[in-house]
């Protein structure tokens, strides 16, 4: 028998309400998510994430990953928090990220000149070299994604991530949490 004032984790499975109303591997009522923007930006970035790391997945780097890399091959020598404002990324769930590009011989860093603190971000030869692979995979799969747009759509549906992008980075919480460094 059951406490009354037992938490609902704490009650055991024949004790819970009951589950029988939908089958377990049935199909999924998503009710208001199914038309939420940010419940379709997710899964369409997962859906993104899952079709990139397929094509690179001989490279051993994951798509976020391919993005730092190619945002350092075009900025050789960019500072952390530059890099970080380019990626909507907190400064401290980077820092993870870049440690593991350089254990891996594909960035180096060096101290900024001009301010002590900072730290200067260059890919190295064998990032170079990375980068050139993971830049063949991201242009597959930006081909394919570019498919399910004409031109005109695609132009459109840019400017409305764009816009929802700058909406979202204006008005927020200067202590929002930033994305867990695991999901890239």
């Known amino acids: 028998m059951s406490k009354p004032d037992a938490a609902p984790d704490d009650a055991r499975p024949d004790e819970a309400a009951p589950c029988a109303e939908v089958p377990a591997d049935g199909p999924v009522r998503l009710g208001w998510l199914g038309d939420a923007i940010g419940y379709n930006l997710r899964l369409a970035q997962d ?57 891996r011989g594909l960035i180096a860093r060096a101290p900024d000149p001009h301010d002590r603190r900072g730290r200067r971000i260059a890919l190295t030869a064998a990032g170079r070299a990375k980068l050139a692979q993971l830049a063949a995979c991201a242009a597959r799969h930006d081909a394919r994604l570019n498919a399910v747009f004409a031109p005109d759509e695609r132009a459109q549906f840019l400017n409305h991530l764009k816009r929802l992008t700058e909406a979202l980075t204006r008005d927020a919480s200067p202590v929002a949490p930033s994305r867990p460094a695991d999901e890239d």
């Open 47 to 103: 859906a993104s994430f899952q079709a990139f790391s397929a094509l690179a997945g001989e490279t051993g780097l994951r798509p976020g990953r391919y993005a730092l890399m190619q945002l350092i091959g075009d900025n050789p020598g960019i500072g952390q928090t530059a890099l970080s404002a380019a990626v909507g990324r907190d400064k401290s769930t980077l820092t993870p990220l870049l440690n593991d590009l350089e254990r």
